[in-house]
């Protein structure tokens, strides 16, 4: 896990003026903290297999993900608080990030950037399924989309190991 936090992308809060930002901190093991209050609400049933991601060739977790029943290639990042989108895919999502309300300054590995707050109707991947799911969209910095602890953290659990990464719902 820890190989995983300390290779993978991640999106780190730096400067912000506003109180809700505090709980979009990039922080691992700060899961209980982005779980709204109305948790049992947001959450759909989800089948009771766990689902299973393999181990990339570059030694991370990648999953095709349903956003809003769109495709979208994602990072699996348990460092990453959000989950985070490019603008390229937070397009295909039918959002224009040309109009979003860049809010937040955000650290990528390509450095700073600034980040928009949505919520995405549906998240399905490996078998799991959330609904009303927390997202930042990134104006630049990110190669590929990130599946963060917003939607990690309102699982069940999660455990890697050295060729899987298994979701439990």
Known sequence: MRRLALLSLTVAVAVVGFAETRNLLIRPNRAASLRPATASRLQTPAPAEPGAIALGEDGHYWAEARVNQVGIHVLVDTGASQVAL???????????????????????????????????????????????????????????SLLGMS????????????THLTLRP
């Open 86 to 144: 490019t603008p390229d895919d937070a397009r295909r999502l039918g959002l224009d990030p040309d109009h979003l309300a860049y809010r937040l300054k955000v650290i990528t590995a390509h450095g700073e950037a600034r980040a928009a707050t949505v919520r995405l109707a549906s998240v399905s991947v490996a078998g799991t399924h959330l609904e009303n799911v927390e997202a930042l969209v990134l104006d630049h910095g990110l190669d590929a």
């Open 151 to 162: 939607y990690l953290g309102r699982l069940s659990g999660f455990d890697a190991t050295p």
